[in-house]
Antibody, heavy 119, light 112 residues
């Protein structure tokens, strides 16, 4: 059974760095064809893809966030991570992690974690 | 970036009826490998999105055959027949042919 669960700080101040963790089970990020991505959704709005990391350590980022994103993984502990630097109120959203298998993107999602940026 | 335009924004349907959602892309979604990476998701109220259809017309595991996807190039459609209460929510298309991956803005399926 594939499960994913996000965790994060809940609330942080503008200009700080947001660190998110995706803990998963039921699959391995060392298996060929497997990737984990981060997607976010501001309240009442649509979905925005942020970043993806794959089994062979390839990475992709949404250029709209310029160079603020860093995605990484810990294969032995079944975790993936996302850092977003210099946050502001526009980064307030629910953050999801999701698995992809070759050809079927985001086939399993976590429950999401709410992040609020406020002074 | 590839812009994904979904219509309608809101779709009132009767239970047992049929619904059709359109997704149009600003450029062709045919990859150089010949595949078309257009996918559909449903986000039920208060839940995470769930995959319905991948690569235009392939139903994900456990998705009822009431859901069907079609289209090619830049023009795609999700059809839902015999709408049930559990089908209500926000539907999103996603393209993963081009970087960055982009979602449509969503269609809310609601009861008429």
């Amino acid at each position: 059974q594939v499960t994913l669960k996000e965790s994060g700080p809940g609330i942080l101040q503008p200009s700080q760095t947001l660190s998110l963790t995706c803990s998963f089970s039921g699959f391995s990020l060392s298996t060929s064809g497997i990737c984990v991505s981060w997607i976010r959704q501001p309240s009442g709005k649509g979905l925005e893809w942020l970043a993806t990391i794959c089994w062979e350590d390839s990475k992709g980022y949404n250029p709209s966030l310029k160079n603020r994103l860093t995605i990484s993984k810990d294969t032995s502990n079944n975790q993936a991570f996302l850092k977003i630097t210099s946050v502001d109120t526009a980064d307030t959203a629910i953050y999801y992690c999701a698995r992809s298998e070759l050809g079927a993107p985001f086939d399993y999602w976590g429950q999401g974690v709410m992040v609020t940026v406020s002074s | 970036d590839v812009v994904m335009t979904q219509t309608p924004v809101s779709l009132p349907v009767s239970l047992g009826g049929q619904a059709s959602i359109s997704c149009r892309s600003s450029q062709s979604l045919v990859h150089s490998n010949g595949n078309t990476y257009l996918h559909w998701y449903l986000q039920k109220p208060g839940q995470s999105p769930q995959l319905l259809i991948y690569r235009v017309s392939n139903r994900f595991s456990g998705v009822p055959d009431r859901f069907s996807g079609s289209g090619s190039g830049t023009d795609f459609t999700l059809k839902i027949s015999r709408v049930e209460p559990e089908d209500l929510g926000d539907y999103y298309c996603l393209q993963s042919t081009h970087f960055p991956l982009t979602f449509g803005s969503g269609t809310k399926l609601e009861i008429k």
